[in-house]
Structures are given as structure tokens and as C-alpha cells.
């Protein structure tokens, strides 16, 4: 069901707190979840926005592009 979907994957959800440098302070058990050594890239995705390693997303980026041509994009958009 849709409810147990939500539920299991928001129960790792945290609260993060804000430093005084506008920095957001996530959660070392989180960090080590996601594989966050040190830089982050953050992406807005409809609805959302994700938090991953810097040279994860770069190399997820890559083998995604590799994989597809510009125009299989551009029609999977309807482009």
C-alpha cells in the first residue's frame, strides 16, 4: 500500500538543525547512509531535493550519460 511505502521510506527521516554559517548539520548516521565523505551536490528533482556525495552524483551523471544518447533524452522528455 501506498501508506507503508511512505512510511518506510521517510523513517529514516531527520530533522536537521542550521549552524550559525546558514550550514545544514546532517546527521552522521545519515552522512554514512548516503556515503558523504565531505562535498555534497545537491539536485532539485521535482517535488524534492536530493543530498549526494559530490563524486558519487559525478560518476552516477556519467554512466547515466554514457548510456544514452542526447536524442533518447530528448524524446524520453518529448522534445
Do not use: H
Not at 8 to 18: D, G, Q
Not at 35 to 59: C, F, L, M, Q, S
Not at 74 to 79: D, M
Amino acid at each position: 500500500k501506498a501508506g507503508d511505502l511512505t512510511r518506510f521510506l521517510f523513517a529514516n527521516a531527520a530533522t536537521c538543525e542550521i549552524d550559525g554559517q546558514g550550514r545544514i548539520l546532517i546527521p552522521a548516521e545519515l552522512r554514512q547512509y548516503a556515503g558523504i565523505e565531505k562535498n555534497v551536490t545537491i539536485v532539485g528533482v521535482p517535488g524534492r531535493v536530493e543530498i549526494w556525495d559530490a563524486e558519487a552524483y559525478r560518476a552516477a551523471e556519467e554512466a547515466y550519460f554514457e548510456q544514452k544518447s542526447m536524442a533518447q533524452i530528448y524524446e524520453e522528455l518529448g522534445l
